[in-house]
């Protein structure tokens, strides 16, 4: 469902449309990993009833295949990391590269 040209466009404008500048999903069995790039304003109110229906319906859809975490809200799908590593911050014995 997620090949390029598979998300319904609508959708695609719906994620744009509330500040999403870049958006990647990784998966490794039934777990999804998602970097996301937004604007400051993010998340943006969508004015377009059209695109926000279309939306609805999607995550309905994808909604069957999302298991969600068990310290997770009900209405929570996705829920924030914090990065607690990143190999540029640390220079080891060489320096950083």
Not at 33 to 56: G, H, K, Q
Not at 58 to 69: H, I, P, S, V
Request: cysteine-free.
């Amino acid at each position: 469902m997620h090949e390029p040209g598979a998300v319904w466009p609508a959708v695609i404008d719906h994620i744009r449309a509330q500040g999403v500048e870049a958006m990647e999903i990784w998966q490794r069995g039934d777990r999804l990993f998602m970097i996301l790039e937004a604007a400051d304003d993010f998340p943006r109110p969508v004015v377009s009833t059209a695109n926000t229906a279309e939306n609805a319906r999607w995550e309905a859809l994808m909604d069957r295949f999302q298991k969600r975490l068990r310290d997770a809200a009900p209405e929570e799908k996705w829920s924030p990391l914090v990065r607690i590593f990143h190999l540029a911050e640390h220079p080891g014995t060489n320096g950083p590269t």
